[in-house]
């Protein structure tokens, strides 16, 4: 059969009478079609072995055999990474007609887990305790520094009251009439912010008993111009310094209380997740302060890098010059925050590349790298990660594991958020927006490892 098609391969027309042919072999028509069809498929230059493509001066189409019919179909799209070779039974209506084959299939690359990122706060521990625990650090740290009865709900709601002032939801000028307000609208500002204002108000009341009292008076009766001068001698005596370091007392127990506080199965989920897909890198995406980097004794030997929206578009506001920082419960669309994603990809795909040149396998050209985010934000978490093709997890766990920052997609806010009303309802409307973009839901971080392998389709019953 190979020598009677050797001129069809060559396109060298040749007489058939040069060869000798045994007259006791038998050739069936099926097996002169396959050859035939191989002689018309020629390798990509893309290097994998599986691709395949239909390449001909003229039509290809189909004559009829005894044992059916074929047609060979040219790719889909010019743009298609790889083009298939394609089998049907149907005649094709042309006058030129080569030789048909039987079907062929094409190898398929296996899908490799490169990157998963996942969202921290309500997604591997509950925020509201652990809030609640940072907060009381605050009220202690000031006290060390003479602030005593100042209580943890104190700053929370004075970070309400800075809020609504920069976003002018209070009736008041955006633009801002204190130069001393922030301009700037991150957590971290708010909360220093938050500080500096209790301080100063504790040292207003202060001077003014102590100014009362000299003057034989009551603090009511005391005159305007006093009570100016005391609030300038307030804005004076509060020193940076001591603001930082009572942040940096709230930031060091919020990771503390994080660690105390993880789901039971949030490192056996990891560590499970390690296992199955070796040399996967974990990245955290965050809009808030927290960073596994700083959890050492649980999440830090779990994650190879972190992304914060406050940290990585604070730096970005600073090389693009931007006047004023865009805070996530302000974005008005699912793009608006992609940039975080690709910024994470971007790092995922540069430490994976690093992890294959030192553990060099040689089916890297068969392998498609796939990235799975995890996050308990409908909106933030997938609409944002499915922007830049994502597989998206939402984690909507059982109600023992006290997640209440879902309550922000109703519309609702929880005791220990800051937004506005405004940005509440913003963010239910991207809610709704992002209802489609999710890929898997779970209910317990443990059954993740699952849900992942029937996305990467290993399970013999996943979808493709």
């Known amino acids: 059969a190979l020598n009677l098609l050797r001129p069809i391969a060559s396109n060298t027309p040749r007489p058939v009478h040069q060869h000798t042919i045994n007259p006791n072999m038998r050739v069936s028509p099926a097996s002169v079609a396959f050859v035939a069809s191989l002689s018309l498929i020629s390798p990509l230059t893309s290097g994998f072995v599986f691709q395949q493509q239909v390449t001909s001066s003229s039509r290809v189409t189909s004559t009829t055999q005894p044992n059916g019919l074929l047609q060979l179909h040219q790719p889909h799209s010019l743009n298609s990474k790889h083009t298939l070779l394609q089998s049907t039974t149907t005649a094709a209506a042309d006058d030129t007609t080569t030789p048909s084959s039987s079907s062929t299939t094409t190898k398929k690359k296996k899908k490799k887990l490169g990157l998963i990122t996942f969202d921290l706060d309500d997604t591997l521990y509950p925020i509201a305790p652990v809030l609640d625990e940072a907060n009381a650090a605050f009220s202690t740290a000031m006290g060390n520094f003479g602030y005593v009865d100042i209580q943890p709900s104190d700053i929370v709601e004075a970070g309400k009251m800075i809020r609504a002032q920069v976003s002018g939801e209070d009736g008041g000028d955006a633009g801002g009439i204190d130069p001393l307000k922030p301009t700037t609208v991150n957590h971290k500002e708010i909360r220093m912010a938050a500080i500096r204002k209790e301080m100063e108000e504790f040292i207003l009341k202060t001077k003014l008993k102590q100014t009362a009292l000299d003057w034989a008076t009551d603090v009511d009766d005391l005159t305007a111009p006093v009570r100016k001068s005391a609030e300038k001698w307030a804005r004076t005596t509060v020193h940076s310094s001591v603001v930082q370091a009572v942040y940096n007392a709230w930031e060091m127990e919020r990771h503390h209380a994080a660690e105390r506080h993880l789901f039971p199965d949030a490192i056996s989920t990891i560590k499970q997740i390690q296992s199955d897909h070796p040399n996967v890198i974990i990245g955290a995406v965050t809009d808030g302060s927290a960073n596994p980097m700083l959890m050492v004794f649980s999440l830090m030997p779990l994650f190879d890098f972190t992304v914060s929206w406050e940290d990585d578009m604070g730096e970005i506001a600073r090389v693009q010059q931007m006047e ?141």
Request: net charge negative; hydrophobic share 35%.
């Open 324 to 464: 004023q920082f865009q805070e996530l419960s302000e974005v008005s669309a699912l793009s608006d925050v992609s940039w975080i994603y690709r910024l994470a990809v971007e790092k995922g795909k540069e430490m994976s590349q690093l992890t294959n040149a030192m553990h060099k396998s040689d089916d890297d050209e068969e392998i498609e790298w796939c990235w799975v985010h995890v996050g308990d934000d409908l909106a933030y978490d997938c609409g944002g990660s499915k922007t830049i093709g994502a597989k998206t997890v939402l984690v909507e766990l059982a109600p023992e594991y006290g997640q209440t920052a879902r309550m922000r997609v109703e519309g609702k806010r929880p005791p220990w958020a800051t937004e506005t009303m405004e940005q509440l309802e913003g963010h239910k409307k991207m809610s709704e927006n992002a209802k489609d973009k999710v890929d898997a839901r779970i209910s317990h971080l443990s059954q993740l490892p699952e849900v992942i392998a029937e996305l990467l389709g290993e399970d013999e019953g996943a979808a493709e």
